[in-house]
């Protein structure tokens, strides 16, 4: 308590004394040394008693030497704080230091005095009292407006120690419901953050990466924040995190991804960004490294180094698998792109689309914007709130399985084939296995592609179809049949490659005890193949 009692009294001075003056080390008197401790501290001059010799004459304190002492009285102080907090946030109390501080924040022009203040601000934060003070006293926006100040890029040490505490004091500000509601609303707050957060590391301080990837993780359970993502153009700074080397840093960043993805708009952001690509990435290279290797003679240190190492890389691989299924969950068309498989659970959304296995998930708003030319992928798109053919052809669906239901007294099998066998009439009719190859729907799509003038091609908006076709509305047809009580089993869509390496797409129904079945929509419309027997070997073209 007495240190930092002390520490906070010469902090205090320090922020109240930019130009101080000290005694001459030279003088031929001095006074005792408690007057010259506090002399020292509260930079003034000492006067003597009544008939006591004159003291030594001040010397002014140059402004490098102030800005080295007050810079070492902030840090001692931090110091204080992080052994005895309570005795620290007293002395505080006691000095007024917090409202100096904030104001020392805002109007130091001296590096490693800001440096210092943003280190004790971050220590401050940490206690409850205090953070509420600062918040009250506007520390938030200083530290905001002191992030704007620093370059993007790797710069000198002291603003790279000082951006790095900064972000780090908002992320503990940031545990306050009040401010976070507060924060995250600020377009210019959460600006700054993913600028930091989207640095490159600079050599000689290391990871700049972690401190702004907490503050972001700690705000982004708000859906305000999510939202305020979407808007910002440095989204992509985001996702650049989650590759970050530091594994603190990008587990980080990773939870910040999965608790923005709850917002649907800001998933398909997140998305766009390159989301999916980067975090499976990540969690195949953190399976790897964590996986069991040859066991070889080592040292206690380095087997205990190693452990732990496995360890991080099996938390960052679970946040990893956390963050892709919250991105998943969020954006059907996501899923399926990643995976080539929508299970019998997962119902299409009111606007879904599929463009193929494409080397990186696109937006739907890009694909429309691309230009209409030969060879350019076809997108299907579902969108039954806008698409009336595709209204018309779920009512027409209907009536022909509740036919099925009637005439079969709900037999599943029945409504199945009612289905598959409307969805093969919809889409050009069965064809026979040999003149399969020859049955194609280019012509047609192209037709649409070109009235549209765009790549993006309405599914109700065809007359004819092949695999790919089919599979996507029956799938649509069956989610949306059951959910208005329709006696179908649920049906699942898959996307893959023949033996040939072409693509190819089917459906799967899920008949209680003979398990998933292969549904035919080309050739025997409504026949059912166990998986893994020779019928459903030859559908799915996997021999030649």
Same mark, same amino acid.
């Given at each position: 308590?007495?240190?930092?009692?002390?520490?906070?009294?010469?902090?205090?001075?320090?922020?109240?004394?930019?130009?101080?003056?000290?005694?001459?080390?030279?003088?031929?008197?001095?006074?005792?040394?408690?007057?010259?401790?506090?002399?020292?501290?509260?930079?003034?001059?000492?006067?003597?008693?009544?008939?006591?010799?004159?003291?030594?004459?001040?010397?002014?304190?140059?402004?490098?030497?102030?800005?080295?002492?007050?810079?070492?009285?902030?840090?001692?102080?931090?110091?204080?704080?992080?052994?005895?907090?309570?005795?620290?946030?007293?002395?505080?109390?006691?000095?007024?230091?917090?409202?100096?501080?904030?104001?020392?924040?805002?109007?130091?022009?001296?590096?490693?005095?800001?440096?210092?203040?943003?280190?004790?601000?971050?220590?401050?934060?940490?206690?409850?009292?205090?953070?509420?003070?600062?918040?009250?006293?506007?520390?938030?926006?200083?530290?905001?407006?002191?992030?704007?100040?620093?370059?993007?890029?790797?710069?000198?040490?002291?603003?790279?120690?000082?951006?790095?505490?900064?972000?780090?004091?908002?992320?503990?500000?940031?545990?306050?419901?009040?401010?976070?509601?507060?924060?995250?609303?600020?377009?210019?707050?959460?600006?700054?953050?993913?600028?930091?957060?989207?640095?490159?590391?600079?050599?000689?301080?290391?990871?700049?990466?972690?401190?702004?990837?907490?503050?972001?993780?700690?705000?982004?359970?708000?859906?305000?924040?999510?939202?305020?993502?979407?808007?910002?153009?440095?989204?992509?700074?985001?996702?650049?995190?989650?590759?970050?080397?530091?594994?603190?840093?990008?587990?980080?960043?990773?939870?910040?991804?999965?608790?923005?993805?709850?917002?649907?708009?800001?998933?398909?952001?997140?998305?766009?960004?390159?989301?999916?690509?980067?975090?499976?990435?990540?969690? $195949?290279?953190? *399976?790897? &490294? /964590? #996986?069991?290797?040859?066991? %070889?003679?080592?040292?206690? =240190? @380095?087997? +205990? !180094?190693?452990?732990?190492?496995?360890?991080?890389?099996?938390?960052?691989?679970?946040?990893?698998?956390?963050?892709?299924?919250?991105?998943?969950?969020?954006?059907?068309?996501?899923?399926?792109?990643?995976?080539?498989?929508?299970?019998?659970?997962?119902?299409?959304?009111?606007?879904?689309?599929?463009?193929?296995?494409?080397?990186?998930?696109?937006?739907?708003?890009?694909?429309?914007?691309?230009?209409?030319?030969?060879?350019?992928?076809?997108?299907?798109?579902?969108?039954?709130?806008?698409?009336?053919?595709?209204?018309?052809?779920?009512?027409? $669906?209907?009536? *022909?399985? &509740? /036919? #099925?239901?009637?005439?079969? %007294?709900?037999?599943?099998? =029945? @409504?199945? +084939? !009612?289905?598959?066998?409307?969805?093969?009439?919809?889409?050009?009719?069965?064809?026979?296995?040999?003149?399969?190859?020859?049955?194609?729907?280019?012509?047609?799509?192209?037709?649409?592609?070109?009235?549209?003038?765009?790549?993006?091609?309405?599914?109700?908006?065809?007359?004819?179809?092949?695999?790919?076709?089919?599979?996507?509305?029956?799938?649509?047809?069956?989610?949306?049949?059951?959910?208005?009580?329709?006696?179908?089993?649920?049906?699942?869509?898959?996307?893959?490659?023949?033996?040939?390496?072409?693509?190819?797409?089917?459906?799967?129904? $899920?008949?209680? *005890?003979?398990?998933?079945?292969?549904?035919?929509?080309?050739?025997?419309?409504? =026949?059912?193949?166990?998986?893994?027997?020779?019928?459903?070997?030859?559908?799915?073209?996997?021999?030649?």
């Amino acid at each position: 308590a007495a240190a930092a009692a002390a520490a906070a009294a010469a902090a205090a001075a320090a922020l109240s004394t930019p130009s101080s003056v000290l005694l001459s080390p030279s003088a031929p008197q001095e006074p005792a040394p408690a007057e010259v401790s506090t002399a020292a501290c509260l930079g003034r001059a000492v006067v003597p008693a009544a008939g006591a010799p004159p003291a030594c004459a001040p010397l002014p304190e140059s402004p490098a030497d102030a800005a080295a002492r007050k810079a070492a009285a902030l840090e001692a102080l931090a110091c204080c704080i992080h052994d005895d907090e309570r005795g620290a946030m007293a002395a505080c109390d006691r000095e007024g230091l917090i409202e100096r501080l904030v104001l020392d924040m805002l109007y130091s022009n001296e590096p490693h005095v800001i440096a210092a203040s943003v280190r004790l601000a971050e220590a401050l934060a940490g206690a409850q009292r205090a953070r509420r003070l600062l918040l009250q006293l506007g520390a938030a926006d200083a530290l905001v407006q002191l992030l704007q100040r620093f370059p993007t890029s790797p710069g000198r040490q002291e603003d790279e120690n000082a951006a790095w505490h900064a972000a780090a004091a908002l992320a503990r500000l940031a545990q306050d419901p009040s401010a976070r509601a507060r924060l995250v609303v600020e377009p210019a707050f959460v600006d700054v953050l993913l600028a930091q957060v989207g640095k490159q590391p600079c050599a000689r301080s290391g990871c700049c990466w972690c401190a702004p990837a907490l503050a972001l993780a700690t705000l982004a359970a708000d859906a305000d924040f999510a939202r305020a993502v979407v808007r910002s153009a440095r989204a992509s700074a985001l996702v650049d995190a989650i590759a970050a080397p530091c594994p603190e840093a990008a587990r980080a960043a990773l939870w910040a991804v999965c608790c923005c993805a709850r917002v649907p708009e800001c998933a398909s952001r997140l998305c766009e960004c390159g989301a999916l690509e980067r975090i499976a990435d990540i969690g $195949a290279a953190a *399976a790897a &490294a /964590a #996986a069991p290797r040859v066991p %070889s003679a080592k040292t206690p =240190a @380095a087997s +205990a !180094a190693g452990a732990a190492t496995v360890a991080a890389k099996n938390s960052l691989q679970m946040t990893a698998e956390r963050a892709l299924e919250a991105l998943e969950a969020s954006n059907a068309s996501a899923r399926y792109w990643l995976r080539g498989r929508l299970a019998g659970m997962d119902h299409l959304p009111a606007v879904f689309y599929e463009f193929g296995a494409g080397p990186h998930f696109t937006s739907l708003a890009a694909l429309k914007a691309a230009p209409v030319r030969p060879g350019a992928p076809t997108v299907l798109l579902v969108d039954d709130t806008a698409d009336t053919s595709l209204t018309a052809h779920l009512a027409r $669906a209907r009536d *022909a399985v &509740a /036919a #099925a239901a009637v005439e079969h %007294s709900g037999d599943a099998d =029945a @409504a199945v +084939a !009612a289905l598959a066998q409307y969805v093969s009439a919809a889409m050009g009719g069965a064809q026979e296995w040999r003149t399969y190859t020859n049955f194609g729907c280019e012509c047609e799509v192209n037709a649409v592609k070109r009235e549209l003038g765009s790549n993006v091609v309405p599914l109700g908006a065809l007359g004819k179809g092949t695999c790919r076709h089919r599979a996507l509305l029956c799938k649509f047809l069956a989610d949306r049949l059951a959910s208005a009580g329709a006696p179908l089993p649920p049906v699942s869509l898959h996307a893959g490659t023949d033996f040939a390496g072409a693509p190819h797409a089917w459906c799967c129904a $899920a008949m209680g *005890a003979r398990g998933d079945c292969v549904v035919d929509l080309m050739h025997m419309p409504g =026949a059912l193949y166990p998986q893994g027997s020779d019928e459903a070997t030859a559908y799915l073209h996997t021999k030649e």
